[in-house]
T-cell receptor
Framework: DTGVSQDPRHKITKRGQNVTFRCDPI?????LYWYRQTLGQGPEFLTY????????KSRLLSDRFSAERPKGSFSTLEIQRTEQGDSAMYLC????????????FGEGSWLTVV | AQSVTQPDIHITVSEGASLELRCNYS??????LFWYVQSPGQGLQLLLK??????LVQGIKGFEAEFKRSQSSFNLRKPSVHWSDAAEYFC????????????FGKGTMLLVSP
């Protein structure tokens, strides 16, 4: 078990460009979460998947953000037309029934929009 | 709505001294409670969790936390701090039913002085 894996770890992009982050959860975990963390703040919930179904989206997830989990395994988070305010760490996490409600986080993907 | 308050933004402790990080939560039912630790630029590592039962829970790295329902608190303690404990600590609350999206506090930065 290699834990939750995220790629890329760091991304610098120009304002207006699109970016995509990938998350590979812990094997067999059917629940996957995306969180966003800005400097000096705790992580904030963005969206949740159970298997391939996106069951909850935070109001923080604007129309420029889209997340998918097409086969119920890995997930992608795409940000279109990036803005400077999107600069943050994007954290992926996973859990399953066996782990109860214990959520395990990845190392995060840092986004800097210049 | 659930919320978490970590009243101390920064705490400085001498190496070898005891530590207590405060966490107060607001939640309408019996919560799941967690402490995570984050080193600079890294993801979150789970230290310990409270689901039910014994209100004093033990975690990794010698940390423990005590759930006090009457005070809506879940304070983190360690009897003797090591320099490697310097990091940011986050308290989080989640629901006991169904899946759980966590609400985090803003974190407490622990500095360890020689």
């Amino acid at each position: 078990d290699t834990g939750v894996s995220q790629d890329p770890r760091h991304k610098i992009t120009k304002r207006g460009q699109n970016v995509t982050f990938r998350c590979d959860p812990i094997s067999e975990h059917n629940r996957l979460y995306w969180y966003r963390q800005t400097l000096g703040q705790g992580p904030e919930f963005l969206t949740y998947f159970q298997n391939e179904a996106q069951l909850e989206k935070s109001r923080l997830l604007s129309d420029r953000f889209s997340a998918e989990r097409p086969k119920g395994s890995f997930s992608t988070l795409e940000i279109q037309r990036t803005e400077q305010g999107d600069s943050a760490m994007y954290l992926c996490a996973s859990s399953d029934l066996l782990s109860g409600n214990t959520i395990y986080f990845g190392e995060g993907s840092w986004l800097t929009v210049v | 709505a659930q919320s978490v308050t970590q009243p101390d933004i920064h705490i400085t402790v001498s190496e070898g001294a005891s530590l207590e990080l405060r966490c107060n939560y607001s939640y309408g039912a019996t919560p799941y409670l967690f402490w995570y630790v984050q080193s600079p630029g890294q993801g979150l590592q789970l230290l310990l969790k409270y689901f039910s039962g014994d209100t004093l829970v033990q975690g990794i790295k010698g940390f423990e936390a005590e759930f006090k329902r009457s005070q809506s608190s879940f304070n983190l303690r360690k009897p003797s701090v090591h320099w490697s404990d310097a990091a940011e600590y986050f308290c989080a609350v989640g629901a006991q039913s169904g899946y759980s999206t966590l609400t985090f506090g803003k974190g407490t930065m622990l500095l360890v002085s020689p």
